[in-house]
């Protein structure tokens, strides 16, 4: 008899927390759509910022 605890009795079984972390993602699909489209516009305002930025600063120097 084996005194080591499985991975089932430990609770860290790698499938079951892939599983449990895509089952969580596929019941919030939407949201995380969401989310993942509002980083992309956050990114976009970010770098047409930087660009509007460097442009004013080229202005300046020539």
């Known amino acids: 008899m084996s005194t ?6 430990k609770g860290q079984n790698p499938t ?3 599983s ?3 089952q969580f ?7 995380i759509r ?6 992309a516009l956050a990114g976009v ?4 910022r ?4 460097v442009s004013c600063l080229n ?3 020539i």
């Open 34 to 39: 969401n989310i993942s489209t509002g980083l």
């Open 25 to 31: 993602a596929d019941d919030n699909l939407t949201i």
């Open 50 to 53: 930087s660009i509007k930025l």
């Open 59 to 61: 202005n300046v120097a």
């Open 4 to 9: 080591r605890p499985s991975e089932d009795e």
């Open 45 to 48: 305002v970010i770098i047409s």
């Open 20 to 22: 449990s972390i895509s």
């Open 16 to 18: 079951n927390i892939v």
